[in-house]
Structure formats: structure tokens, C-alpha cells
């Protein structure tokens, strides 16, 4: 595969790149680059997650990359997920195994690592206290959004100034050229480009994905980053907070068709319309096309085979919520099938996190 295709490859249905000539450097002198994505394992997950980073981590194996799942335990039980008890998030990083290979990224297309698995040497510690030693503490705080909380929370643990370190220096130590994530993770992946050279690194590359927003017209409390925009996609990202606003993996039809039923959907709005959103970002990037039935007094079936279509037709009002909805919410489905019929057959992981309590 040549690099302009490896480039395509990497590159599409990103929000952003950092920096797409490093991009490009990269891929013409390796042929095999090292990225991660990393998750803490906090319960049950949902479509971004499962359709958005999947995809996207298939794009990556796609184009050569030796490319890592990190199951970041020790930084979801600095976190509180799963209530703290890290056999619960073990648990949960088990479950998320399963998910991925259900939806086509099959083990040995990627590495899956633990926090734990990088714990016990003393070189990994010995880079936290030199990332630490070299950045501020009021620094490392206005990282502290990547954890979901706010930057402007008060009286908090202080293993929380812990976590952007633990991050920053996960990189280091797998020797990874790429980061990938969401853009809610940008600011520790800034962190690492800021101190890679004072400790004798090369930057990494940064991947940033978009986020999926919830399907109800609700924000998180808060403030997660300075740039206005960025902050009102972080805030209005999908999240357990907000159940009927989030589509899980697990999601039986019947749920799925009633969370899209009752998503906000403005008439003619496609700006800042999550179901349009949804359609873009879950939709065609999986699926040619989004085919919708509609009765024949009302034009009938009709057919997109672009978000840019389904966008204009939209906007001019010639397209109901209701049936746009009703739409999204079948493919959605589809898209999920795997899932179910994977349980169906393995279904421990499942029931042990369906047996746990979950919290955020």
C-alpha cells in the first residue's frame, strides 16, 4: 500500500490532526508506526465507542500500524469507575475485548495491553517523577477534563494530579508514535507533545476522532476546555449521566428504535441535530447508503448515498424528523447485530457486567 492510501486511510473521518506533515513523515519512513488508543473500562459501552473508534482502529491495522487497545485499569481506579474495585474493572476490560471482536477487530489484528502490565517496572515509574518534574502542577490540573471532570472542580483527590502523568508518560513507554483518541483526550496528548523534548523523545502524533453526542438535548456541568467549540462538543458528548441520550452496544432493538423515537431532532436543523450527527458519524461511514421507508403518501421509501445528500434534503424540509429518525435508528441496529448474535454465544463477560454495579 502506498503512502498517499496509508495517508487516506489514517486520516478520514478525523477531527483532527496534529500534525498531518508529521502524518506524512511518518508513514513514508515507517512501515510499520506504533499507535494506541486507551480506555478506561467503566461499564457498558456505547456506539461511539463501539462504531466510531472501532472503525477507526481498523483503518489503523489497515495501514500497517502495530496498533495497541490500552485497558487503562490502574487510571479508571484512580478514576472511581466501577466503584474503585479493580476486579470490577478488570471486568469491564474483558467485556470491552468481546465488544471489539464482535464488531470485526478481531485479537489478533491489534495488542490489547493493561496499565498493569507496564506497573511493575521501574522504568515506567521513573518516567512519571521526570514528566511531573517537568511540567507545573497548575499544568497538569488543566488536564485533569481528559478524566470527564470538569476544570474547575474543587477539593479533589490528589491522585487526580496523578492521571495526566500516568498518561503522558503510557506513551513514552510503549514507544508509540501515534496517539489516537477523542478530542476530549487532546490535552494530555499536548502535554506529551510539550514534554517529549525536554525528555529527550520524539513528539507523537496526535488522532483525534470526533465525539458522539448524546440524542437529547442535555449538556454536562462544566468546563472542559478553553476553546468554546471544543468545550460544547465535550459537554454534550454521549455519557451514562444521560441514559435515554446514549446508545449502548447492547441495546436490544425494541431500545433502540425508542432512544432514537424520542432523540431531539429539529425540523430543517442540521447543525447541532444529534440524529443528523449520528447519521454522519455512525452511519455512512460504516454503510453505502441509509435507506429510509416511508409510506407512498408521503413520498415513499428514499434512499442517501452520502451524508451531503441526506444534509440538504434535510434542510429543505423534505425530509421528516420522524422518518429520519425512524431511519438512523434501523441502521444503527444493523450495525449492532454482531453484537447481540456474539453474546448470544459468549455470553459471560456480558452477564458479569450486567451482575455489577455500575457507576461513573
Known amino acids: 500500500m502506498d503512502t498517499e492510501t496509508r495517508f487516506k486511510l489514517v486520516s478520514q473521518n478525523l477531527q483532527e490532526i496534529i500534525t498531518r506533515d508529521e502524518l506524512k513523515n511518518l508513514l513514508e519512513t515507517k512501515t510499520t508506526p506504533r499507535g494506541y488508543v486507551g480506555f478506561e473500562p467503566s461499564g457498558m ?6 462504531l466510531i473508534v472501532g472503525k477507526k482502529m481498523q483503518d489503523y491495522a489497515e495501514a500497517g500500524f502495530h496498533f495497541i487497545i490500552f485497558l487503562a485499569d490502574w487510571h479508571g481506579w484512580i478514576n472511581n469507575k466501577m466503584g474503585g474495585n479493580m476486579d470490577n474493572i478488570r471486568a469491564a476490560g474483558e467485556y ?47 488536564a485533569m477534563p481528559i478524566m470527564g471532570r470538569s476544570a474547575d472542580s474543587v477539593d479533589v483527590e490528589s491522585a487526580w ?48 476522532g470526533p465525539l458522539l453526542p448524546s440524542l437529547q438535548d442535555t449538556s454536562l456541568e462544566g468546563s472542559f476546555d478553553e476553546d468554546e467549540n471544543i468545550n460544547k462538543t465535550i459537554k ?13 452496544v447492547n441495546d436490544s432493538a425494541k431500545e433502540i428504535k425508542e432512544k432514537y423515537h424520542d432523540a431531539f431532532c429539529p425540523e430543517k436543523i442540521v447543525e447541532g441535530n444529534p440524529v443528523m450527527d449520528h447519521a454522519r458519524l ?28 441526506l444534509a440538504q434534503t434535510y434542510a429543505k424540509g423534505e425530509l421528516h424528523p420522524l422518518d429520519l429518525k425512524k431511519g438512523v435508528g434501523n441502521a444503527v441496529i444493523e450495525l449492532l447485530a454482531p453484537v447481540e448474535e456474539y453474546f448470544k454465544k459468549k455470553p459471560e463477560n456480558l452477564e458479569k457486567m450486567k451482575a455489577l454495579e455500575i457507576t461513573r
Open 282 to 309: 455512525l452511519v455512512f461511514p460504516h454503510m453505502n447508503e441509509l435507506h429510509i421507508e416511508r409510506p407512498s403518501k408521503f413520498g415513499g421509501d428514499i434512499s442517501f448515498y452520502s451524508y451531503e445528500e
Open 236 to 248: 454534550g458528548k454521549m455519557s451514562k449521566s444521560v441514559g435515554k441520550g446514549a446508545i449502548w
Open 45 to 50: 459501552m456505547h456506539a461511539g465507542t463501539g
Open 161 to 208: 494530579a496523578l492521571y495526566p502523568a500516568l498518561q503522558t508518560s503510557d506513551i513514552f513507554q510503549m514507544k508509540l508514535d501515534v496517539a489516537a483518541a477523542g478530542m476530549d483526550q487532546r490535552k494530555v496528548h499536548m502535554l506529551a507533545r510539550e514534554v517529549a523534548p525536554k525528555l529527550g523523545y520524539t513528539p507523537p502524533v496526535c488522532l483525534h
Open 96 to 142: 470491552f475485548k468481546d465488544c471489539f471482536t464482535a464488531l470485526g477487530l478481531p485479537e489478533g489484528k491489534v495488542e490489547y495491553l493493561w496499565t498493569s502490565d507496564l506497573v511493575d517496572d521501574k522504568d515506567y515509574w521513573e518516567k512519571v517523577v521526570r514528566v511531573m518534574k517537568s511540567t507545573s502542577l497548575k499544568r497538569m490540573l488543566r
